[in-house]
């Protein structure tokens, strides 16, 4: 029997309850059907993450959605974490690391910075394709297809409805109803 495509959100912030935007944005897709929310902050022990865990649910899922604040131009330190112990050799790449071949990668982010700052000339310097170059060399290797990266830019001088309006645009994007949603 066939089923639909399911979504794994990995929540990647280090601070969930003072978060605004990324719990939100997590809030605005958590009730959906095929999708799971994992908050990492959450799941992970002392000891660091339940590797076994973590790969079984991600050979679960179709689409792997890896959301974070942008911090210091890169994933923050959780996820990062998270990918050096769950994105094994064996598991994710190499000869016969072929599990998640196929899978679609999302990354949905939050930055502090504008849009216009993301370019060159603007005081970030670089846009985000390029400052997101480990992620799609990371898919690469995974054989995951990247999808367009989902991007909430100056989150500090986001209001109540632009958010709520950036959550059902995240909503449309994981149920595929995007075209409408940005029509
Ligand atoms: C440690 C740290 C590093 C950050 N680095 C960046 C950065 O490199 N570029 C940027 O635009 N914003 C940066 N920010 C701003 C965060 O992206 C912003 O606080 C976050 O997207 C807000 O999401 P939240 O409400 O879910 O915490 C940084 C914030 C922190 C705390």
Redesign the pocket.
């Known amino acids: 029997m066939s089923r639909n495509p399911c979504s794994l959100v990995l929540l990647a ?1 280090p ?2 309850a ?8 997590a809030a605005a897709v958590c009730d959906l059907d095929d999708v799971t929310v994992r908050d990492l902050a959450t799941v992970r022990r002392a000891g660091g993450f339940d590797v076994a865990e973590e790969q079984r649910l991600l050979v679960e899922h179709d689409t792997v959605v890896l959301q974070f ?6 994933v ?1 330190g959780i996820l990062k974490e998270w990918m050096d112990h769950v994105l094994l050799r064996g598991f994710a790449y190499g000869s016969e690391g072929t599990k998640l071949h196929g899978k679609t990668l999302q990354v949905v ?5 504008p849009g216009e ?2 370019q060159p000339g603007g005081y ?1 310097r670089f846009t985000m394709s390029e400052l997101m170059r480990p992620i799609d060399a990371t898919a690469h290797l995974c054989g995951m297809p990247l999808a367009e990266p989902f991007v ?2 100056g ?2 001088h986001l209001d109540e409805a632009a958010l709520a309006e950036y959550g059902a645009r995240y909503r449309a994007l994981l149920t595929g109803d995007e075209q409408r949603a940005t029509a």
């Open positions: 912030h601070d969930p003072g978060s605004r935007v990324n719990s939100a944005l604040p942008w911090y210091w131009y890169s923050p982010t939050t930055t502090g910075g700052s993301y970030n909430v830019h989150v500090y």
